[in-house]
């Protein structure tokens, strides 16, 4: 069966991110294709993970090969959001071998990405103690261009996303209290201006910070690098007044921590900027 791209992302959106990557790779064509394959030779080529992963990219890594081909044939074997096991084939490739040469390393380089994302993700995502409602959720430190792409990625691994960008929520850091004045004086500010459909969110970096932000109606603090002592008194101040959000550094280590000690949200910038990308090969085979 062919692969459907479904309605992840708007076609517009897809084929923009695609074709800026194509570009980079083909400005020059592919000479050494275009001088060993003959234009009717025809393969096809089999998507294999070399390590476990959690599977991510399957509509992108299908439309760089529809990009260059559109009579190419891409199959879906494991879908997106799903566990695979070294040595399992994910997708398949049928057609021109010149195409599927041209488009190789560009949709690779997708899959690989977006598969990292989303199985460091499900690692933070398993150590998750069962039972605690924390969630882990991604940042704003994404892949400049990339971003619809890397919280695709995170949601396939379980996670969850946080403000998609600058319009989209309230979040009072510490560069905004220093030029606001204060914190009481950012809350109140934000409360006059923001739309009423956002809650307001303040970065706090002491518990005297959370106690001011607290007072002032703060609904979501950010505790930020707390240690865990200073941590379990935060909570309780919070329980029942505010959402409690963590983040500075948290690594798979901490996960149970924080969950056992009641934050609702772990936000992990690493989930973007520091996955690694996942290992997967594509084997091409002639076809007689």
Known sequence: MQYRLGILFP???????????LAEDLAGGDVTSAAVV???????????????LTVCGGAVFARAFYRIDPGLRVEERIADGERASAGDVLWLVEGSARSILMAERTS??????????????RQFVDAIPPGCRLRITDTRKTTPGLRVLERYAVRCGGGHNHRDALGSAVLIKDNHIVAAGG????????????????RIEVEVESLSELDEALAAGAEIVLLDNFDSVALKAAVAKAQGHAIVEVSGGIGLARVRELGELGVDVASVGALTHSAPAADIGLDIERIE
């Open 38 to 52: 003959a234009e009717t030779e025809r393969a096809i080529a089999k998507a294999v993970a070399h390590s476990a």
């Open 108 to 121: 690779l380089n997708f899959a690989q990405r977006l598969s990292g994302v989303a199985t460091l993700t």
């Open 11 to 21: 076609d517009f959106l897809l084929n923009e991110l695609v074709d800026r990557a």
């Open 183 to 198: 914190i009481r004086a950012a809350i109140e500010r934000a409360r006059r201006h923001a739309p009423h459909t956002s």
